[in-house]
């Protein structure tokens, strides 16, 4: 059973910055596609980022040039560091994986075989 937990979420003023991190587990995932989604409640799931096996990252384009996601294989760890918040971004944030080609924010949102509880993001402005 997969287990992602997320954390690092909280409340921030428009212009600032934060970062989550994704625990992933049991297992090694480093060959999944690994990403973020958000989701207001009423609202639709939006894909943010993801990242492929081999470290190449693709972005939603309302978060392009503000948010970068990484990983750590070594750690099973997956990050999104956040940088000049909007009110916009305010949403509960999750991490998903999946075996999906292309890797993209998109294609894991549609799928959304493996995800976690999600962390709350409040950008206030």
């Known amino acids: 059973q997969v287990e992602l937990v997320e954390s690092g979420g909280g409340s921030v003023q428009a212009g600032g910055s934060l970062t989550l991190s994704c625990k992933i587990g049991?297992?090694?995932?480093?060959?999944?596609?690994q990403g973020w989604f958000r989701q207001v409640p009423g609202n639709e799931r939006e894909g943010v980022a993801a990242?492929?096996?081999?470290?190449?990252?693709s972005y939603a384009d309302s978060v392009k040039g503000r948010f970068t996601i990484s990983k750590d294989n070594a750690k099973n760890t997956l990050y999104l560091q956040m940088n000049n918040l909007k009110a916009e971004d305010t949403a509960k944030y999750y991490c998903?994986?999946?075996?999906?080609?292309?890797?993209?924010?998109?294609?894991?949102?549609?799928?959304?075989?493996?995800w976690g509880q999600g962390t709350q993001v409040t950008v206030s402005s």
């Open positions: 049991p297992y090694d995932y480093s060959d999944y596609c």
């Open positions: 998903v994986i999946d075996r999906v080609l292309p890797c993209d924010p998109i294609a894991l949102t549609l799928t959304l075989n493996y």
């Open positions: 990242i492929d096996a081999g470290g190449s990252a």
